[in-house]
């Protein structure tokens, strides 16, 4: 009766790298303590989970078929032969006439072996490749086996047919993986002999020789199982944040786009004009009346003097404001002049 470690026995379930590890130190340590029978144990199991890694290499690479070696070269020959049997009857065509008696066999001959044309045939896989060649062939040979002896092809379609022969079990797959099945049932076995052997070393706790050493692997499967779960409550916190950014930044599909009402847009663009407004034309300081006296002060002693504003180059006042300017080149004459 099988016991039914899952109930009685709650141990994490390892992967098979991380079980291959754990067992690995459980051994060494067996080994120092001198617990013969558990160190059997664990080598056993430990044995057990190197061929299962082997198994999940292979199932990873189960969908890599690979061809035979010689699969290209063969391909390139087969591509040569059908070029040379198109050529031959494009040739036969052309010098004898579509309507002459060797011409109509030529064209009977093509329409079997290349009805899509010669470029359709080969633009494939290997696999349909070798398949349409097949067919097309033993159609020509079926259909029209005098057409090809009158033509003198015959030759050329049986070489064609036996390279395409070679080439289909060359495009074989050369080895066959696992099956899911089988790497499910080793996984469940390398798992149940490591619970087995904790079962193991928690019987034998108690032991007043080899109790040291058991705790001491329990303490190393405790270690391992910690780490475990903390590396899974990272993931799934590093997980539960990526949700949450793309939940608050993915629009749900669906919905439509918020779009500013009239009102919102008017004083929004309210706003903004306000603002460019007030970056067009700062606001200048007001000028001060001290500024403004010695202003009036030269203006007035500039016209006493007889300054004819007409004849004067051009000057400035500067008030804090823009710039007064007056004279031959534009402006009004200053205060006080004539």
Known sequence: MTTPFDTFLKLD???TVRRVSLLRTLQELLERGEVRDLCAQAQSALEADEATLDLELRWRQRTRAEH?????RLAADLVRVLSGLNDALRVTTTVYGAAS????LAGQVRTRVFPLGLATLIRQSYAEFSVDVQLVLGRAQSEVPDALVELGLQDLVARAAEINGRFAKAIAPTRRGPTFAELRDARRAGDLALR?????????LADPREGETCARALARVQQASDHLRHQRKRRRSRRRAEDEVEAKTKRTPGEPTREPTPEQ????????????EGRAAP???APSPRREAEVAHRAEAAATRGNDASNAPGCAIRTGRPYLRWGPHGGSAPPGAG
């Open 13 to 15: 379930r390892f992967s």
């Open 68 to 72: 035979a070696p010689e699969a290209g």
């Open 101 to 104: 008696p060797r011409g109509v």
């Open 196 to 204: 087995q052997l904790v079962a193991q070393l928690l019987a034998r």
């Open 265 to 276: 847009g008017s004083a929004t663009t309210s706003e903004r004009e306000r603002s460019a």
């Open 283 to 285: 606001s200048l300081p």
